[in-house]
Structures are given as C-alpha cells and as structure tokens.
C-alpha cells in the first residue's frame, strides 16, 4: 500500500496556514509518493508505536485544556494538524500492518477500529499516559498554562521525532513522515509562543526556562 505523502502534504501545509494562530513559512517543496518497502527492525516498531501516541497525546490534552480555556491555537491546532499528525503515523502503520496498541507483540493485525475506540487519555505507552496526566494538571490552572502546555508538549514531540529520525535510519518512508511532523511541531511551538505574547506574556515559551526556550527553531 502506498502512502501518499505528496497529498497528506498538500492537506498539512492548508491546515497549517489557517490552523495555528498565525502565518506559515513551513516549506511546502517536498513532493514524493513514498512506498514503504523496508522491513522493520524492533526499534523502528517501537518508534511508529510511540510517535502515534504521542500524537493522540497532543490532540488529545489540547482538546480537554480547550474545553477549560477555549483558545485559538489549542482548538486548531487539535483539530485540524493533530488530527493529520495521527493519520500519517497511522498510514505507515496500517502498511505495515502492525499493531501499535499492544507493544509487546506488533505482529498482531493493524485494527483502525481498535485505535478509534482508544479511550481519551488513555495509551498503551505508560510514560505517555503518565505525561498527560501530568500536563492536564498543569494546563487545567489557567489560561496561560494551558498554552504554555503547547510549549512543552512541541519542544518534546521535536525532541522525539529527531532521536526517531535517527533510528528510521534508511527508512525513506518513516524518514519524511518523521520530517514532516516535526516541521509542523515548529509552527505550533510558535503558534503557542504568539499566543502567550497576545496575553502579556513577554517571553512567550521562554518563560517557561531554557529547556523550553528555543529560538532556533525555524519560525
């Protein structure tokens, strides 16, 4: 089955712009059909199972701390990038057929059913289950920490996405997915970083201290 990177593409930079509070420079160059023809190793299992949990981890807490504080960036950008985020995870792991819910043996069938009916909140990894319940507490307080959650949950997701970049390894098809998310990462750490500015929060994610403070970042 081949995976359509090109139009997931094209949908993702749509989303982008008109999804994360502000303007995207996000390059919009890349234009390939990616076939996923490499066998998996053990830890490029691990790093498809992960990313997709981390992903519904991102909708997932910016939904529920919108629900509290309804705001621009955590609505758009749960429902509309997250929601691709996940779908083109999902592709690669519907072509492998593996399943991503019982890590302990992948060689069980991809089901969509089975990830659908995935309670909110709910993960098969333990320590990103653990995280969202640490980042509910912290983001449920106020306006400002939920935003600032957005910070933290981006700055991690790039971090992940770099180390599982690097265990793709010649895995074209995991390579420019892996890419892709974490250049809409970008945006949405920016998106986050202008929306504590509107609110007087001078340094915007900085504020949060230097592990979150990352003007590096393309923006």
């Known amino acids: 089955m081949k995976i359509r990177v090109k139009r997931a593409i094209f949908l993702l930079m749509m989303l982008l712009l008109s ?3 502000g303007s995207s420079n996000e390059n919009t160059t890349l234009d390939l059909v990616t076939s996923p023809t490499q066998a998996l190793n053990q830890e490029q299992k691990y790093a498809l199972a992960y990313m997709w949990h981390e992903e519904k981890l991102a909708k997932e807490i910016y939904l529920q701390l919108n629900q509290l504080y309804p705001t621009q960036q955590l609505e758009n950008i749960a429902t509309r990038s997250e929601v691709e ?13 593996i399943n991503v819910t019982n890590i302990a043996d992948y060689e069980i069938n991809y089901s969509a059913k089975e990830l659908e ?4 909140g709910k993960f098969a990894i333990p320590e990103i ?5 640490e980042l509910y507490d912290y983001g449920r307080v106020s306006q400002r920490a939920s935003l600032e959650v957005g910070c933290m949950v981006e700055v991690v997701d790039i971090i992940d996405l770099e180390k599982y970049i690097l265990i793709a390894d010649t895995n074209q098809a995991m390579i420019d997915t892996f890419t892709l998310l974490k250049n809409g990462s970008y945006e949405h750490y920016w ?6 500015k509107s609110m007087g ?13 990352h003007l590096e970042y393309p923006n």
């Open 191 to 196: 998106a986050f970083d202008k929306g504590l």
């Open 85 to 97: 985020h996940i779908r083109l995870v999902e592709n690669l792991v519907q072509s492998y057929d």
């Open 129 to 133: 289950e653990s995280l969202y319940n």
């Open 201 to 213: 929060v001078v340094d915007g994610c900085c504020s949060l201290g230097s592990e979150y403070c």
């Open 19 to 21: 999804g994360c509070g």
């Open 117 to 120: 009916s995935m309670p909110v």
